[in-house]
């Protein structure tokens, strides 16, 4: 495949044509997080899985987490730590809980991040990996309709690069 003229274009062709990308998942547990996984169980080769994310179903995220082998899981509700870290015991997978976890990962070192935590609940996690200066695949249309101006200001100061990956926020 050629490159593609437009910078942001090209920015996702060589993403998508390096040898092995690394990917964290907010709200891996939902249908876009899901579909993301299924992706990437069909091309593991190419696929290192930094952080997942789900809202409280800690034995649903620690079973992909271990599928997947990543370095991370996290649940946003506190109350499922103690579950979560349980079903990770032994792993070597970190665990972690709470919104400022959640932060935190969206800040790791991942080359893409998809962004798929309902409502606007996921936008801090967003505007992390924005201000980080990541990529972020947008599935969440509420961040931008809540904070859509603020967002394209921290895209615009940091570099990052947004895709909206909904046919709602693409059109």
């Not at 593609?4 to 964290?24: G, Y």
């Not at 547990?29 to 190419?46: E, F, K, M, W």
Request: net charge neutral.
């Amino acid at each position: 495949l050629s490159p593609p003229v437009s910078s942001r274009c090209f920015k996702l062709w060589r993403l998508v044509n390096s040898m092995t990308r690394s990917v964290s998942i907010f709200g891996a547990t939902g249908s876009v997080g899901l579909s993301t996984l299924d992706l990437i169980r069909q091309h593991r080769s190419q696929y290192r899985v930094v952080a997942l994310t789900a809202n409280g179903n800690a034995n649903a995220i620690a079973q992909l987490a271990r599928e997947f082998d990543a370095e991370l899981a996290v649940v946003a509700d506190d109350a499922a730590y103690a579950d979560l870290k349980d079903a990770l015991a032994g792993t070597g997978i970190e665990a972690a809980a709470g919104a400022d976890a959640l932060v935190e990962a969206a800040r790791r070192n991942a080359d893409w991040t998809m962004a798929s935590i309902v409502g606007c609940a996921g936008l801090p996690s967003t505007m992390a990996a924005i201000e980080a200066g990541k990529t972020v695949a947008l599935a969440n249309k509420e961040a931008l309709v809540s904070a859509g101006a603020l967002m394209m200001a921290a895209v615009r100061r940091s570099g990052a690069t947004l895709l909206p990956v909904d046919s709602e926020h693409n059109a």
